[in-house]
């Protein structure tokens, strides 16, 4: 049973930095292109970042660029988001995902979702 735990959520003030992590079971996490995406009540989830299966390559939306940063250690079977000058439009469910198709933004392309972490971004 493939299982992605998020962790590191909460709640931080303007210009603050958060750490978010993404543990996977169940998969040979080696074999899949990682993604973080972002939701707001009532809208769409939104692209974010994502990061090839070597690690070697990531992918930013522009909202996040020079702002978040995204790595792997695939002998942890884990991806960590840096948040940086987080900003109070950041707010949001950030969920991460799994998939074999690399440098993607589109949601169905991924196979395996997390249940999410809160961010939220205070003025």
């Known amino acids: 049973q493939v299982q992605l735990v998020e962790s590191g959520g909460g709640l931080v003030q303007a210009g603050g930095s958060l750490r978010l992590s993404c543990a996977a079971s169940?998969?040979?996490?080696?074999?899949?292109?990682m993604g973080w995406f972002r939701q707001c009540p009532g809208k769409e989830r939104e692209f974010v970042l994502s990061?090839?299966?070597?690690?070697?390559?990531?992918y930013y939306a522009d909202s996040v660029k020079e702002r978040f940063t995204l790595s792997r250690d695939n002998a942890k079977n884990t991806v960590y988001l840096q948040m940086n000058s987080l900003k109070p439009e950041d707010t949001a469910v950030y969920y991460c995902?799994?998939?074999?198709?690399?440098?993607?933004?589109?949601?169905?392309?991924?196979?395996?979702w997390g249940q999410g972490t809160q961010v939220t971004v205070s003025s």
């Open positions: 995902a799994a998939g074999v198709v690399e440098a993607t933004p589109l949601p169905h392309m991924y196979d395996y």
């Open positions: 990061i090839s299966r070597s690690g070697g390559t990531t």
């Open positions: 169940g998969l040979t996490f080696s074999k899949y292109a």
